[in-house]
């Protein structure tokens, strides 16, 4: 049986050929098909085969690779020559559709690709009150990305978790904490951070909240209100900054008493005679004496007094001396602070004295000109002196006496 199938196939095409020997014959060279070869005569009409390709759709055959010269039926009649024919392809497109559920993108969501396309990584999305866990698709199943090669359309789902924010604080301090009368607010550096009731904290953006309290023309302490808007309910925390003005505009520093004549030696000999800055004296006697004292500094430094401490913001523009002593305190509050810029007019200042004391003082490495020299006498434990800011700028020397 097998045997006769044969001869018989053997038959067929010599027929056939027989017959194409009386005609025109041409072969067709198809690029991409399994059986890429037909024959084709005058009087024979075939039906070229429609190609497969996973991701693209066949728009048909061309005589060029430029996609320029399509193969029509007409065309196929008058072929009297051997020809290779190459197959157009069309990417096919597919959607993406989101369902954000009330939220936001936070990136580009991006709706069609097809299979040249990069993979697609999801963007993280946003509503307020509720925790983002991500996309999941029609199955249910969570995605992260969208592989170019799956070829199928997608609906994908934002899926949220409620929260509920309990308070914010400040988790980071401004860059900035001193200011001089006029200057703008600068909010550099603040971070605040939001902690929610099911343990979660993240950062706030400061774009997102308003800060209240700033008074650019008042000097002295000032405390900043920092409100968030969550949900409709407001959220507070606060931080204090500085604004450092003359005597006048802070309040402090009176006309009581004349200034001293003399360079800063002269003026630290007369401190030390009426026993200022000096806390292992005890108490001062009355109020008198304190009042003297209070006077002394004044005609020495500018102050700025505070609740509970007193920084130095400068001294007199006639003290050009070339040591000065720090006291211990000014109006019984502790002096904590010497301030940038406080002392950097006074070029020819290499000694500073520090009154024993039980509170740190703090002095600002850029309180001088920049690369000054300068010695420390420190009348008080190590603990209660530090140094703080960029002291690539300052030579220094310190002694513990």
Known sequence: MIYKRFYLIIISVFIFLSACSSGHNVRICLISCPNNFS??????????????????????????????????????????????????????????????????????????????????????????????????????????????????????????????????????????????????????????????????????????????????????????????????????CRFDIIVIGDDQDIGIGDDEGDKTEGDGDEINDETDEIGIGDNNTGEIEDDKQDEENDAALRNVFEFLELDNEVWITGVKSGIYGNSLTIPAQYNNKPITKVLSYAFSFLLELNEIYVEPRNALLTVSADAFFMFHQVDFYIKCGAQYFALEGDLGFLFYNIYYL
């Not at 759709?57 to 051997?82: A, M, V």
């Not at 299979?115 to 993280?124: A, D, Y």
């Not at 603040?190 to 008042?218: M, P, R, S």
């Open 39 to 236: 024959v084709l005569t005058k009087k024979q009409l075939i039906e070229l085969p429609e190609p497969q390709k996973d991701g693209f759709i066949f728009e048909g055959w061309y005589f060029d690779k430029n996609f320029q010269n399509p193969l029509t039926q007409d065309s196929l009649r008058k072929l009297n020559k051997n020809v290779t024919l190459y197959p157009k392809w069309k990417p096919i497109v597919y959607k993406i559709k989101y369902n954000l559920n009330g939220g936001q993108a936070l990136g580009e969501l991006i709706e069609q690709y097809t299979i040249l396309s990069n993979e697609i990584v999801l963007p993280k999305a946003e509503k307020r009150g509720f925790k983002f866990l991500g996309w999941a698709d029609e199955k249910g199943e969570f995605r992260e990305n969208i592989n170019p090669k799956e070829l199928r359309d997608f609906e994908l789902s934002a899926v949220w978790s409620q929260r509920r924010l309990i308070k914010i604080e400040i988790a980071n301090q401004p860059d900035k904490l001193e200011y001089l009368i006029g200057q703008k607010l600068d909010l550099t550096g603040l971070k605040i951070k939001a902690e929610f009731d099911n343990g979660e904290a993240e950062i706030i953006d400061i774009q997102e909240a308003l800060v209240e309290g700033y008074d650019c023309l008042t000097a002295g302490q000032q405390t900043l209100t920092v409100i968030y808007n969550y949900d409709g309910e407001e959220f507070y």
